[in-house]
């Protein structure tokens, strides 16, 4: 069974980047049939994503974070990581961190997206002095 | 970039009634690649469909989805007690490449 499991610090300080980590379990990270996202929900709000990485490195982010945003990949050691600089408290929220399945259609290259169908239980992560 | 804009924002029914969700984008969504998750307190999300229609392994027949273009719907046939949650639709493939609704609470009246 894949099991995804989200650690990091629960309370940053203003200014500060904020590192998170994703270890993966019971599944292999270099398969061109996943990426590797970070979702996060402020309190009260919905879900927000953040960006994602694939296996070789290929990453899409969102363009209202992508300044501040690098999500990086350690497939030996299944693990994935979010790095996010310069934080308000309009960062301060739930994270989380999902599997996506995908595939690429050889002949038209076209991809089809099956959902974000494993996730983590979250982490929170307050930003305040 | 795409928008998407989910009606209601709560839905107020009773167990055994109908609900019906709808998320429409601001412009065609790619192969249809729209998705649902159903999201309850303390937990994580859980997909319950994937390309507007296909439901996810382990999700009971009464959510089924529909949709192409811009409009898509999720319908529950008959609420059960453990489906009252919020719940978001998803696209992928525009621009950013993911994103989500507002979401949708659905509440016992």
């Known amino acids: 069974q894949v099991h995804l499991q989200e650690s990091g610090p629960g309370l940053v300080k203003p200014s500060q980047t904020l590192s998170l980590t994703c270890s993966v379990s019971?599944?292999?990270?270099?398969?061109?049939?996943?990426?590797w996202n970070w979702i996060r929900q402020p309190p009260g709000k919905g879900l927000e994503w953040i960006g994602y990485?694939?296996?070789?490195?290929?990453?899409s982010y969102n363009p209202s974070l992508r300044s501040r945003l690098t999500i990086s990949i350690d497939t030996s050691n299944s693990h994935f990581s979010l790095s996010l600089s310069s934080l308000t408290a309009a960062d301060t929220a739930v994270y989380y961190c999902a599997r996506d399945a995908r595939r690429k259609q050889a002949l038209t290259r076209i991809t089809y997206f099956y959902g974000l169908d494993v996730w983590g239980r979250g982490t929170t992560v307050t930003v305040s002095s | 970039e795409i928008v998407l804009t989910q009606s209601p924002g709560t839905l107020s029914l009773s167990p055994g009634e109908r609900a019906t969700l709808s998320c429409r984008a601001s412009?065609?969504?790619?192969?249809?690649?729209v998705a649902w998750y159903q999201h309850k307190p303390g937990q994580a999300p859980r997909l319950l469909i994937y390309g507007s229609f296909s439901r996810a392994t382990g999700i009971p027949d009464r959510f089924s989805g529909r949709g192409s273009g811009t409009d898509y719907t999720l319908t529950i046939s008959r609420l059960e007690p453990e489906d009252f949650a919020v719940y978001y639709c998803?696209?992928?493939?525009?621009?950013?490449?993911?994103?989500f609704g507002g979401g949708t609470k659905v509440e016992i009246k």
């Open positions: 990485i694939c296996d070789g490195g290929t990453t």
């Open positions: 019971g599944a292999s990270m270099s398969s061109s049939r996943n990426c």
């Open positions: 998803q696209q992928f493939g525009g621009s950013p490449a993911l994103s």
């Open positions: 412009q065609s969504v790619r192969n249809d690649d």
